[in-house]
Nanobody
């Protein structure tokens, strides 16, 4: 059973940047990986996905500001977040699929991911 551990969250002012990391206990090279987020009182939202071929997909609200990437040699997933806004405040979760390809609707299909981290909090003040 893969274990995922996120880090890199924190508090920043609007316009600032953060880089989240997610380290897996086993190889991720053959897994679709994703970042999700959940704000208090809101449903979990897909942020970005990256498949084993490094094809990426982003939610509309983060497109152009966030970049997902992976380092398979380090079993690590990243999320570079630039120009952060108050609306980005949430708990951010790393997720891994059992399959190399991401579903076309992966951003809205959290249930398609088998493994989840505990989350890292991102707070953006305006």
């Amino acid at each position: 059973r893969a274990q995922l551990v996120e880090s890199g969250g924190g508090s920043v002012q609007a316009g600032g940047s953060l880089r989240l990391s997610c380290v897996a206990s086993q190889g991720i090279a053959n897994s679709c990986m994703a970042w999700f987020r959940q704000a208090p009182g809101k449903e979990r939202e897909g942020v970005a996905t990256i498949n084993s071929d490094r094809h990426t997909n982003y939610g509309n609200s983060v497109m152009g500001r966030f970049t997902i990437s992976r380092d398979n040699a380090k079993n690590t997933l990243y999320l570079q977040m630039n120009n952060l806004q108050a609306m980005d405040t949430a708990m951010y979760y790393c997720a891994a699929s059992r399959f190399p390809g991401c579903m076309a609707n992966a951003l809205s299909a959290a249930s398609s991911f088998a493994y989840w981290g505990q989350g890292t909090q991102v707070t953006v003040s305006s």
